[in-house]
C-alpha cells in the first residue's frame, strides 16, 4: 500500500522539502533520456504558439495596485485537502475574471494532487500568463513546462546547488521562459543575488517549522535593496497573504507582486477574495 501524503510528510528527522526531492528524484529517473537545450526548447514553445509575458504582466497589474498570481491548488502536505469541490478551468477562469496577473498551477501530484494536464487544459481556456509550480530539480522538467503550457518555472534556491540554480535560470531564460526563483532566508537570498535573478520570490513560510511570518519579506526585501544589485528585481511575496492589511504590509516593504493559493482556494468566493487582495476597485497605495 501506498503511503498517503500525510504519512510522507511526518517521517522522522526529514523536513518535507527533502522528501518530496526525493520522491521527484524517482520521478525524474523515469523521464525519457534526452539532452535538453534552449533550442529544443525554444521549439516547443514555437510549436504550442508561443509565451506569455509573465513578468510583464506583473508589472502592469489588470486591475488594483499589485500584481497576483493566483494559485491553483487542491492540495498540500501540511494542509491536506485544501478545496474538495475542485475544478481547476473553472477556478482559472474565475481568477482571470477577478483581475489575476498570472496564474500559479500545481503540477505535482504525489504531495499536492496536482497535474501537468491542469495546465494544458487551463492554457486553453484563459489568456493570462502560466507558472509551472512544482519542484525543478533536471533539465527535462524545464522541457516538460514548455510542452504543456508554462510561460514561467518554478527554481527553489532550498533544493538546487549554485551551480544547478545558474545553469537552471539561464537555461530557461535563454529559451523564452520566465523564472521565479525562491528563497525563504538571508543565505539563500545571497545566493540568489550572486545568480542575478529578476524576478524574486520570498517565501514567508519556514518549511521545516511551517511558521509564516510576513516579517521575512520586509527582512529580505531590505537586504536587496541594500545589496545594490545594478539589476531591476520584481519581489513577489509568497505565504500568509490571508487579507487586505497582509498584502499592503509587504507591498510597502516592496513587494510588486503577491503568490496567494490557500486563502484563494479556502474562499467561498474565489473572485470576491481575489479582489478584495489586490485592492480592485480601491484607492492605490
Known amino acids: ?23 521527484k528524484r524517482i520521478e525524474v529517473s523515469a523521464l525519457p533520456k534526452e539532452t535538453v537545450h534552449a533550442g529544443l526548447i525554444r521549439d516547443r514553445l514555437r510549436e504550442r504558439g508561443g509565451v506569455r509575458d509573465f513578468i510583464g504582466a506583473l ?7 499589485v500584481g497576483l498570481i493566483a494559485e491553483v491548488k487542491k492540495a498540500s502536505p501540511s494542509a491536506g485537502v485544501i478545496r474538495a ?5 473553472r477556478i482559472a477562469r ?25 495546465l494544458r487544459d487551463i492554457r486553453s481556456a484563459v489568456s493570462l500568463p502560466l507558472l509551472r509550480k512544482d519542484f525543478i530539480i533536471d533539465e527535462r522538467q524545464i522541457l516538460e513546462a514548455a510542452e504543456w503550457g508554462a510561460d514561467a518555472i518554478l527554481l527553489i534556491a532550498a533544493i538546487l546547488s ?8 539561464a ?20 545566493r540568489v543575488l550572486r545568480v542575478g535573478s529578476r524576478l524574486l520570490g520570498i517565501n ?22 541594500s545589496s545594490g544589485s545594478s539589476e531591476p528585481i520584481l519581489l513577489v511575496a509568497e505565504s500568509g497573504l490571508h487579507t487586505r492589511s497582509d498584502v499592503v504590509r509587504v507591498k510597502k516593504a516592496g513587494a510588486g507582486a503577491i ?5 484563494l482556494m479556502r474562499s467561498p468566493d474565489i473572485a470576491v477574495k481575489a479582489g478584495e487582495l489586490i485592492g480592485a476597485g480601491g484607492e492605490r497605495l
Open 1 to 23: 500500500m501506498s503511503k498517503t501524503t500525510d504519512e510522507r510528510a511526518t517521517v522522522p528527522g526529514r523536513n518535507i522539502l527533502d522528501i518530496i526531492v526525493a520522491r
Open 59 to 65: 508589472r502592469n497589474p489588470r486591475t488594483g495596485d
Open 85 to 89: 469541490d475542485f475544478d481547476p478551468i
Open 94 to 118: 474565475e481568477y482571470e475574471e477577478a483581475g489575476a496577473s498570472c496564474l500559479s498551477v500545481l503540477t505535482d501530484e504525489s504531495f499536492f494532487q496536482g497535474s501537468l494536464q491542469f
Open 162 to 169: 549554485d551551480d544547478d540554480l545558474s545553469h537552471f535560470q
Open 171 to 190: 537555461l530557461a531564460e535563454a529559451s523564452g521562459l520566465a523564472v521565479l526563483v525562491e528563497v525563504h532566508d538571508e543565505a539563500e537570498l545571497d
Open 204 to 225: 514567508n513560510r519556514d518549511l521545516k517549522t511551517f511558521k509564516v511570518d510576513l516579517g521575512t519579506t520586509e527582512r529580505l526585501a531590505d537586504r536587496v535593496r
Open 259 to 263: 503568490l496567494v493559493g490557500e486563502s
